[in-house]
């Protein structure tokens, strides 16, 4: 069965920085992608960063552009994505998503997308 297990979720002060993790499992090979998504309370889910089996390229939501890291460890099958200089427009629940093996070229961070997708962990960030 495969899984998809999200950490790292938190409280911080705007300014701040948090790193979610994202830990794969019941899949033998890589995923063609893995992306995170997030979802605000009475908003639509959005893309926020994705990336190729290979760890490049990568696609990011212009809303986080030069702030938000997203990275994958494909010994280990993991993402991570790395929030800085989070702002109070930032606080949504998280998702890890995956694609198992298709090409979504030009929707790399559309949610329809996605294949498989994590429970979530909850990001707020104070001002």
């Known amino acids: 069965q495969v899984q998809l297990v999200e950490s790292g979720g938190g409280s911080v002060q705007a300014g701040g920085s948090l790193r979610l993790s994202c830990a794969a499992s019941?899949?033998?090979?890589?995923?063609?992608?893995m992306a995170w998504f997030r979802q605000a309370p009475g908003k639509e889910r959005e893309g926020v960063a994705s990336?190729?089996?290979?760890?490049?390229?990568?696609y990011y939501a212009d809303s986080v552009k030069g702030r938000f890291t997203i990275s994958r460890d494909t010994v280990q099958n993991m993402v991570y994505l790395q929030m800085n200089s989070l702002k109070p427009e930032d606080t949504a629940v998280y998702y890890c998503?995956?694609?198992?093996?298709?090409?979504?070229?030009?929707?790399?961070?559309?949610?329809?997308?996605?294949?498989?997708w994590g429970q979530g962990t909850q990001v707020t960030v104070s001002s």
């Open positions: 998503a995956a694609v198992v093996s298709r090409w979504i070229i030009g929707s790399e961070l559309a949610p329809n997308s996605y294949d498989v």
């Open positions: 019941g899949y033998s090979y890589n995923y063609k992608y």
């Open positions: 990336t190729h089996s290979r760890g490049d390229p990568t």
